[in-house]
């Protein structure tokens, strides 16, 4: 009796049996994924394309004017015949947005842990930080050419400004959301402010840091659009809000769409940079991701 069962689990095609399974499972389970991937997906494919097919059968029919309206054919050929130019524009605003992003996040972070260490600080700046934030940005604008003149800089002045206060908010109110219990723990063990904010309060507040980089970043591709459309450079090397501002005023309505989605596209890119970001900081510990269907 031994001896036959010491043969069967010798039997190789216990094994193969075995690796069947396992094959069969892992294709139950890459099919699932792949089902879930596609029901994501499809959904708003479909009604990208019934929405873009109407869009064009309904300029066809109405015989509606180019540059009323023009059809998505007529889009993506402004965008094809002028694809020079538009990437220029797109860099151009890549390069302003990404460098106000990247002041407003340093800056953002920096102030509010400022302000979080004491709360004298806090009561007495903080209300500045609001205010200047009502303030609308239009009417901030000339005074920014006027200091730093029309161009580059004062884009990413306007830019940053825009994505300043999401920072400074989300960041501060993660701060302050530290568990008290943890506090007391730090304070305990005779932890120094300096000791108890890197390691204790910043890294708990990482959650609110990434939800103000998520708004922050796409506020910062606004922030530059509406910059160039006030002290942007012509020529060139103008941005989105440049070629938007000529293509309106010489009815290319066309190419004014292109750079309209190029703009979209532009945030949207952001947006899922940022995303991608936080999946890659917050998933191994924090809920918000753990939990997250897309994680």
Known sequence: MREEIVNNTADPGLYSLSEA????????KLSKSMLAWLK????????????????????RLADMKPYLLPKPTDIVRAASENAGNLWVSVYTTITEAVLGFLLSVVLGV????????????????????????TIPIVAVAPIIVIWFGAGTNAIVIIAFLIGFFPMLSNTLIGL????H????????????????????????ALPYIVAGLKISCTLAVIGAIVGEYIAGIGGGQGGLGYAITVAASRLRTAYLFACGFSASLLGICFFLLVNAFSKWMLSSWHESEMNSPEG
Request: charged residues 15%; proline residues 6%; hydrophobic residues 50%.
């Open 176 to 179: 302050n959301s530290t568990d």
């Open 110 to 133: 920096g102030f509010a842990i400022l302000l979080a260490s004491s709360k004298l600080v806090e009561r007495s700046v903080y209300p500045y930080a609001i205010i200047l934030q």
């Open 181 to 204: 219990n943890m506090k007391n723990l730090f304070y305990l063990y005779n932890a120094s402010p300096l000791q108890s904010m890197f390691r204790l309060r910043l890294p708990s």
């Open 21 to 28: 399974n396992t094959e069969a499972a892992s294709e139950r």
């Open 40 to 59: 994501t997906v499809l959904p708003p494919i479909a009604a990208f394309v019934i929405f873009i097919g109407g869009w064009e059968l309904f300029c």
